[in-house]
Nanobody, 120 residues
Framework: QVQLVESGGGQVQPGGSLRLSCTAS????????MGWYRQAPGKQRELVAT???????NYADSVTGRFTISRDGAKNTVYLQMNSLKPEDSAIYYC??????????????WGQGTQVTVSS
């Protein structure tokens, strides 16, 4: 019914930047909150940032001031601009969206994840 496809991950040196994108497609009526989460090996998945339909944002303390989340409602796409990357930012990054389907059903959907590696 709904697919979220992420892109933009890769390997970068400490201090570098990456921009992640995630586009939702399917039988979508509207999308409420969209967000990014990450999971490092041996750790639980954690919130990175979220953004509402009115562009209210929320960030994890560890990324505040370095990461910026944004969205394009017309494209059902959410972005994560990551600057001043640190080795501890290395993880699989997942996109999440709270979607209202054309049928009226509301659900949370996840992307497949994109790897971000920060290493010299």
């Amino acid at each position: 019914q709904v697919q979220l496809v992420e892109s933009g991950g890769g390997q970068v040196q400490p201090g570098g930047s990456l921009r992640l994108s995630c586009t939702a497609s399917g039988t979508i009526l509207s999308i409420a909150t969209m967000g990014w989460y990450r999971q490092a090996p041996g750790k639980q998945r954690e919130l990175v940032a979220t953004i509402t339909t009115s562009s209210n944002t929320n960030y994890a303390d560890s990324v505040t001031g370095r990461f910026t989340i944004s969205r394009d409602g017309a494209k059902n796409t959410v972005y994560l601009q990551m600057n001043s990357l640190k080795p501890e930012d290395s993880a699989i990054y997942y996109c999440d969206a709270r979607v209202v389907l054309v049928s009226g059903v509301v659900g949370n959907y996840w992307g497949q994840g994109t790897q971000v590696t920060v290493s010299s």
